[in-house]
């Protein structure tokens, strides 16, 4: 199985900070690769798609790259609502689907 | 708008079973695969089955195989997971998601607690 590997496992920053989660395949998995954000007691949510594809509805400010075994989503300008906990999600060599662990976001 | 609607989780002694339902509405529900995912309390996102279309493909995730059955009624836009044999590790939320892979729309989740 192809593992997911996100780091950090949690992250502060302050409002309007570019912030970076990166997330690592154990073997390369092209751009098959989604990213999630979940609100505290909330739903998850899809955020992009093949590494760099902003799902509809998702603002600007989030962005994907990579592809491979490396990628990383960033947020350009981070803002209150942002507090999440953000999965990545291999779908390459499914199954099985792997997420990553998590990073949790906060503002600090 | 798309809309995924749990039912049927609850309370269930180790060894049990319970049949989870997701009424999908919204979009045209045959032409799409449909999957479930669950977390654990306080855990991260873990992917449990998904199902074809037509519903002759299926897949899980090994922890579950042989206990867990999903299965899907296009005719009734429904998606369910027969759980066999649970065990306290399998409590969590259970979520069902649109799509093969990446999973656009997500149910609001259903609890399921094994626990004697």
């Known amino acids: 199985d192809i593992q997911m590997t996100q780091s950090p496992s949690s992250l502060s920053a302050s409002v309007g900070d570019r912030v970076t989660i990166t997330c690592r395949a154990s073997?390369?998995?092209?751009?098959?690769l989604a990213w999630y954000q979940q609100k505290p007691g909330k739903v998850p949510k899809l955020l992009l798609y093949?590494?760099?594809i902003l799902q509809s509805g998702v603002p600007s400010r989030f962005s994907g790259s990579g592809s491979g075994t490396d990628f990383t989503l960033t947020v350009s300008s981070l803002q209150p609502e942002d507090v999440a906990t953000y999965y990545c999600q291999n779908y390459n060599s499914a199954p099985p689907i792997t997420f990553g662990q998590g990073t949790r976001l906060e503002i600090k | 708008e798309g809309q995924l609607v749990e039912s049927g989780g609850g309370l269930v002694q180790p060894g049990g079973s319970l049949r989870l339902s997701c009424a999908a509405s919204?979009?045209?529900?045959?032409?799409?695969?449909m999957s479930w995912v669950r977390q654990a309390p306080g855990k991260g996102l873990e992917w449990v089955a998904n199902i074809h279309e037509d519903g002759n493909e299926k897949h899980y995730v090994d922890s579950v195989k042989g206990r867990f059955t999903i299965s899907r009624d296009n005719a009734k836009n429904s998606l369910y997971l027969q759980m066999d044999s649970l065990r306290p590790e399998d409590t969590a939320v259970y979520y069902c998601?649109?799509?093969?892979?990446?999973?656009?729309?997500w149910g609001q989740g259903t609890l399921v607690t094994v626990s004697s």
């Open positions: 998601g649109r799509g093969k892979g990446r999973l656009d729309y």
């Open positions: 919204g979009f045209t529900f045959r032409y799409y695969w």
């Open positions: 073997q390369g998995i092209g751009n098959d």
């Open positions: 093949a590494a760099s």
